[in-house]
């Protein structure tokens, strides 16, 4: 797929020391986590460009539409997709296009197992699936600080659902560590008939030089104009900068 462009590093401004002072100190390398984490534009091989970003509250309504309108997924409440914007940004993911959410991946990491990040639900609009999105708002979870020190990625599949099994199995190959799937919830632990068991998929482990910055390097970077642009139109989780 075509590069992705990375928003510049926060300290990028900012005077690189001078290799010959008195010292004679090397300069200190830039943290290349900060750099690849933060909201970044790509371009499809189709040429359509998205804007990966964290959710804010306001982007509740439009995740439980796209939830709807993915005719696979579990609609939840409105009130739950209000939760994770106020208060799982750092570990979900909307893509936008033309100024619009089209895609977005819920998760949070499991408050029993510290190094394991779980998918909730990733969803994209029918118009934008086939061009690799999903696999992007896996990609930029991942890198976010706030799975520096994840070594697993799991969620729940139904066996009916392959589209989404195919997607984390691609993430696996992408990243080239293994790809396991175990017994989740049984038909029986839901009320009613008619849900199939969840199987528990799990990716990793990752290696450690791969957490928390999980996404390939960007050969080029936002320009001013772009991040003046991200600026106006979102507001940074706490932690992170442009």
Known sequence: MTDEIKASHPDSSAAAPSRG??????PRARDSRRFEVGP??????????YF???PTVADG???WRLTRDSGVLEVNTAYSYLLL???????CVVAERDGKPVGFVSAFVSPVAHDTVFVWQVAVA????????????LHHLLARPACRRVRRL????TPSNSPSRALFESV???LDVPFSVFSGFGEDLFPGDGHEKEDLVRIGPLPRAMRGRAMPRAKATQTAKDKETIKERIQLPAGEAL
């Open 21 to 26: 002072d008195s010292k004679g100190k090397k």
């Open 40 to 49: 970044c534009y790509w371009r499809s091989d189709r040429g359509m460009e």
């Open 52 to 54: 990966f970003r964290a």
């Open 61 to 63: 309504a439009e995740m």
């Open 85 to 91: 914007g106020q208060h799982f940004a750092d570990t």
């Open 126 to 137: 029918q118009e934008d699936r086939g061009q690799g999105v999903g696999q992007k708002l």
């Open 154 to 157: 799991e969620a729940t599949v």
């Open 172 to 174: 696996a190959r992408d």
